[in-house]
């Protein structure tokens, strides 16, 4: 199955109309999200946080409310979780194994580097050994 990029909507529409939503919440905007949520209770329903500064938070608007911040949410479908959010988050390890890759990769950069090194300084002094020997003849 083809890996698919989520199309990303910000809603900038006033107040937030009936639908489902997602906002990443930084630790300085968490005390201003927490008033929001709590001055638009019943109307606005958390169903899914997830990690640490930033919060990755869907919440579910059941009725029309105005939006205070911070930023714009990203409109979000009843089944969107943060995988499905995230660029690479799909893949189990995600970042984690495009780290490996590219130590893979820098690693068989570097050997290549010092084998080259070792097979060109080997052929110098193998050069240097039969310079004498043609001087000779």
């Keep these: 199955m083809a890996r ?4 990303l909507t910000l809603e900038r529409r006033n107040p937030l109309p009936v639908g489902y939503y997602w906002q990443d919440v930084f630790e ?3 005390q201003a999200f927490g008033e929001w949520l709590r001055k638009n209770r019943g109307a606005v329903v958390v169903r ?3 990690g640490e500064n930033p919060a990755w938070v869907k919440f579910e608007v059941r009725e029309p409310v105005p939006w205070e911040g911070p930023g714009l949410p990203t409109v979000a479908g009843r089944d969107t ?3 499905d959010t995230v660029p690479g988050a799909r893949n189990q390890g995600g ?3 495009e780290i490996k890759r590219l ?3 820098g690693a068989f950069g570097v050997a ?3 084998g080259l090194d070792l097979v060109l300084k080997h ?3 193998i050069r240097k050994v039969e310079a004498p020997k043609e001087a000779e003849g």
């Design 123 to 125: 052929r110098r002094e």
């Design 81 to 83: 979780h943060r995988r």
């Design 4 to 7: 698919r990029t989520p199309i």
């Design 95 to 97: 970042m984690g194994r």
């Design 103 to 105: 130590a893979w990769f």
């Design 112 to 114: 290549s580097y010092f």
């Design 28 to 30: 300085d905007q968490s």
């Design 48 to 50: 899914e946080t997830e």
